[in-house]
């Protein structure tokens, strides 16, 4: 999509940028998520630590400490990064529903890796841990598509601002991983995933942060340097849309579904009949149609059991930990498919003029 986008992009009126950025304030966001990383170094060390005997899961030791590192840590860098969105001004609609979609990705994965799969439940601290790092996630993600692309309402330099993303993705990459290492610790649960909780949150943050270059990053940028008045701007969405067929949705799909044979997988291994779905020959629209369902399931779940340990059983774990399982890849699921939705129909409307006044008239 980036090389079918921009090699096109001189045909399409493409207009080069030259603004500069405030590197101050990615550099000081980075350096905040890198510092809190360090701070819990024994959390994610224990995050990464693999089972020794899986017949005999050893608990992590359990503790608050990390968790709160984190929630400052998360609260400096929405504060930091909050300067550079409130010095912007201008409001962007489709940037703000992407943000939020991808922090939400982002919570699900703190959540989910770091205790809902262990079957627990989320202390206090680690409640404050995920909101904090959730809140940086959404702001910094807004930012990287608004003043990392446009600031002060002029296009920057195309280099420039890929650096500048790529710069938000590892601060969001470490802050995610530090915060689910240190949910891990505060539930003193055992893992019940084939991987450490620190490994299958790297992936999904991997995940998060392709949905993010290819349905945020890139179509902000191309409508950013095509300007409104330019005749080729619908040409500009045609390009993205022919990307988006032929180089988006086949992957996407495929990684959907492969997202969903963790479930089908642990089923046959475990010789469970429940949760019915789904199952390898299930079609992609079969998938999508028992999303709700799903969902449905592991809101119960994670709600109504308590599972605190000594009190509930091995074989009751194993079928809470695959209904949890289910939902947590159909929650994924139904967010990438919203975040996919969200950014068509809006780069369709950004192009056909629905953006702010103020937006425009910069």
């Known amino acids: 999509m980036l090389v079918l986008s921009i090699s096109l992009a001189p045909s399409l009126g493409w207009h080069p940028g030259g603004a500069g950025l405030r590197w101050i304030v990615v550099f000081?966001?980075?350096?905040?998520?890198?510092?809190?990383?360090?701070?819990?170094?024994?959390?994610?060390s224990t995050a990464f630590r693999p089972h020794q005997d899986w017949e005999r899961r050893e608990a992590p030791p359990r503790t608050d400490t990390p968790a709160w590192v984190c929630t400052v840590g998360g609260t400096l860098v929405s504060v930091v990064v909050g300067t550079g969105v409130a010095h912007e001004g201008a409001f962007n609609g489709l940037a703000a529903v992407q943000a939020v979609m991808i922090a939400l990705f982002a919570t699900e994965g703190m959540l989910g890796n770091g205790v809902w799969l262990h079957v627990g439940k989320p202390t206090p601290a680690s409640r404050s841990a995920v909101a904090s790092v959730a809140l940086a996630v959404g702001v910094t993600t807004y930012w990287s598509l608004t003043g990392l692309i446009r600031p002060g309402g002029q296009s920057a330099h195309l280099g420039q601002s890929l650096s500048a993303w790529l710069c938000c993705a590892v601060l969001v990459f470490v802050l995610v991983v530090s915060a689910t290492s240190a949910v891990y610790v505060a539930g003193g649960r055992a893992y019940w995933t084939d991987y450490p909780p620190a490994n299958n949150v790297m992936q999904d943050a991997f995940l998060l942060s392709v949905l993010w270059l290819t349905l945020g990053w890139l179509p902000q940028t191309v409508l950013t340097h095509i300007p409104a008045s330019?005749?080729?701007?619908?040409?500009?969405?045609?390009?993205?849309?022919?990307?988006?067929?032929?180089t988006f949705c086949p992957p996407f799909l495929w990684t959907l579904e492969n997202n969903d044979t963790h479930v089908c997988r642990q089923r046959l291994r475990r010789g469970a009949a429940e949760p019915p779905w789904p199952t390898f020959s299930d079609s992609s629209f079969t998938r999508i149609a028992h999303l709700r369902r799903r969902l449905s399931h592991f809101h119960t779940s994670v709600t109504s059991h308590e599972h605190e340990p000594g009190v509930d059983g091995q074989e009751l774990n194993a079928d809470v930990f695959l209904v949890r399982l289910s939902g947590h890849t159909a929650a994924q699921n139904s967010i990438a498919l919203l975040l996919a939705l969200a950014s068509l129909v809006g780069a369709v409307g950004m192009t056909a003029g629905f953006t702010g006044e103020r937006e425009q008239r910069r």
Do not use: D, H, N, P
């Open 28 to 44: 000081s966001a980075v350096g905040i998520a890198v510092l809190v990383a360090a701070l819990i170094a024994k959390a994610l």
């Open 230 to 246: 330019a005749t080729e701007r619908w040409a500009a969405v045609g390009t993205l849309l022919a990307g988006f067929m032929l």
